[in-house]
């Protein structure tokens, strides 16, 4: 909605408030005008309720507005001795307008001095729950908000099963611009599968004062750009989704506004130079490791190295063995042998497992294996008297890879040499001819809602032929350490400062095998309360957590003992 529309619905909103109230206003000794009158209205609202007239603030934040105003309704009609439970229903579900037929319809007088406590024990676990969600829905939306990593684009500096907490404040909280949506969840209702938020209507884009800008290098989390998926992993067509409904990604910012990116072998490079990354980031690559008798998954594990496949080889199995082995394997084929193939994680299949489903299986070893590891690892490996060489795969410059950004035929780019690339600034005017306006189409026509045409060699913008186009806000390059295994900015480009999220800062759970259901689960207890950005190895805080809730419970125990004895 634009700025006037939106003055429109206030003031239609404001109209529809003074009609189905001045009465109550009037027999509260109140003056009729002041009902219409916009903010001034609720303020007095809150004294003729006598409710705190902060509550006014509640009001006009998004999301936290939609659970105050039923709230506001109800307290409304009970100010004015419509107590019943059945009223109260009728005021929440006419959405406030039962409120007109007490203003007009009943003989109400006004209850001054009106008790404020819950008259039954429902009514104060409904209040309770009520206010409870407030708190944690303005929490979640304005400070921090709970983040589980489920892929693997960050490993190894952010684990599948990481829980984090997310900080907005950091670069300033974005408000809602979804002004319809069920509060504590995203896009997509619990249980019922169903859309969670309407698409209109929708403020313009704000964001709270905060006290820093994104750097170079940092974990962000932001609204995937590229989001027109209503389920992941189901083939449907695609919606459209608000910004702030768009599924949350994590990545690291390896380019700000203003900088020349660059990806030269794998490694990025910013206004000509490599870039330097955190001593916490763990950047991994792939390599193809050699060994003439074969690299065995056993040393691969015994090293450390956890991102690769097995095989296994059985000359045959039954459904009922497939079906009981059938949770640890990612695949299988019959080779070119007759043998059957198993492919599986690092994990491989339990021998527990094995033993219990009869199978005789052999396990693979060949002589050449890709992994994925860090540098460091690649040095071990290479390091080891059995393994002959560690080789790393890079995609050599000029050839093309797949689904590359800005998906042109003029750019021959792939995930390990691309670019170079200039991250727009807003103010900053770039030079538009044919062959740059793939790299800033979806910039100008998406992201910043102007229509573009060209004719022959001429571009026009909004109607007016330009060869030039000055940038409206901020945008940033997201990539994932996981460098051969993330999808990011390689693959759907730039993310502007209006889909910028929050910034990780701690971990408080981490589950290994997060993905093979529970009962694998392992507690990484040396991440358990760590940082995520910081110098130096994470140290875990938990030990130090328990010791003060122990000293508190202590605390509290002596405390009650105390009081007791007094008594």
């Known amino acids: 909605m634009s700025g006037t529309q939106w003055i429109i619905f206030i003031l239609i909103v404001q109209a529809i408030h003074f009609l189905g109230t001045w009465k109550l206003y009037v027999r509260a000794g109140r003056k009729a005008w002041e009902a219409a009158v916009p903010i001034y209205n609720a303020i007095i609202l809150m004294q003729i309720i006598n409710r705190p007239k902060w509550w006014v603030i509640l009001l006009f934040i998004p999301i936290i507005n939609l659970l105050m105003f039923p709230v506001i309704w109800v307290e409304t009609i009970r100010s004015f001795g419509r107590n019943g439970q059945s009223e109260s229903w009728l005021a929440v579900l006419t959405l406030g307008f039962y409120i ?86 995203h ?39 590229a989001d027109t998926v209503r389920v992941f992993f189901k083939k449907e067509k695609g919606v459209k989704k608000p910004i702030d409904k768009k599924s949350n990604y994590v990545k690291r910012c390896v380019g700000i506004p203003g900088d020349s990116l660059a990806v030269i072998d794998g490694y990025v490079h910013i206004n000509g130079k490599q870039t330097i990354l955190p001593d916490r980031a763990l950047p991994q690559y792939d390599y193809m490791a050699y060994a003439q008798k074969g690299v065995s998954s056993r040393l691969l594990k015994e090293l450390g190295v956890t991102d690769f496949n097995r095989i296994y080889v059985t000359p045959q199995v039954t459904q009922g063995q497939f079906d009981q ?104 005017t770039v030079s538009l001819n044919l062959k740059v306006l793939p790299i800033y189409k979806k910039i100008i026509k998406d992201y910043e809602s102007n229509s573009i045409s060209v004719s022959g060699n001429q571009i026009s913008i909004n109607g007016e032929v330009t060869d030039s186009y000055t940038f409206k806000q901020d945008y940033y390059w997201m990539m994932g350490d996981n460098r051969d295994h993330s999808e990011d900015s390689r693959t759907w480009g730039f993310v502007p400062e209006n889909h910028i999220v929050g910034t990780p800062i701690f971990i408080w759970m981490s589950i290994d095998n997060f993905r093979d259901g529970w009962r694998n689960w392992k507690i990484r207890w040396d991440r358990v309360f760590t940082t995520v950005h910081g110098n130096g190895e994470p140290v875990s805080y938990f030990k130090y957590f328990l010791i003060v809730l122990a000293g508190w419970f202590v605390f509290d125990f002596f405390r009650k003992r105390r009081k007791q004895n007094k008594s």
């Open 100 to 185: 007109y037929y007490v203003n007009y319809a009943l003989d109400v007088s006004y209850v001054k001095d009106r008790s404020l406590h819950p008259r039954t024990a429902l009514g104060e676990w409904v209040s309770s729950i009520v206010f409870a969600i407030v708190a944690a829905t303005l929490v979640h939306t304005y400070f921090i908000q709970p983040y589980v990593i489920p892929t693997g684009s960050l490993e190894k500096t952010l684990r599948v099963g990481d829980f984090l907490f997310v900080s907005k404040f950091h670069y300033g909280a974005r408000t809602p611009m979804t002004t319809v949506a069920a509060p504590m969840v």
């Open 187 to 225: 896009d997509t209702l619990p249980v019922l599968g169903i859309r969670s938020y309407l698409n209109k209507p929708q403020l313009p884009y704000f964001r709270l004062p905060g006290f820093k800008k994104v750097k170079r290098n940092e974990i962000v989390v932001f609204s995937w750009p």
């Open 325 to 428: 082995i059938s949770t640890y394997l990612e695949g299988s084929r019959r080779g070119n042998s007759g043998n059957i193939e198993l492919y599986t994680n690092h994990l491989g299949i339990p021998a527990k497992v094995i033993r219990s489903a009869g199978l005789s299986l052999k396990e693979q070893t060949d002589r050449q294996r890709l992994l994925t590891v860090t540098e460091g690892l690649a040095q071990k490996l290479q390091n080891n008297a059995a393994i002959d060489s560690v080789v790393k795969i890079i995609e050599p410059q000029d050839q093309a890879g797949y689904n590359i950004f800005p998906q042109h035929n003029t750019y021959r780019w792939n995930n390990d040499n691309f670019g170079p690339i200039y991250l727009p600034e807003k103010g900053k």
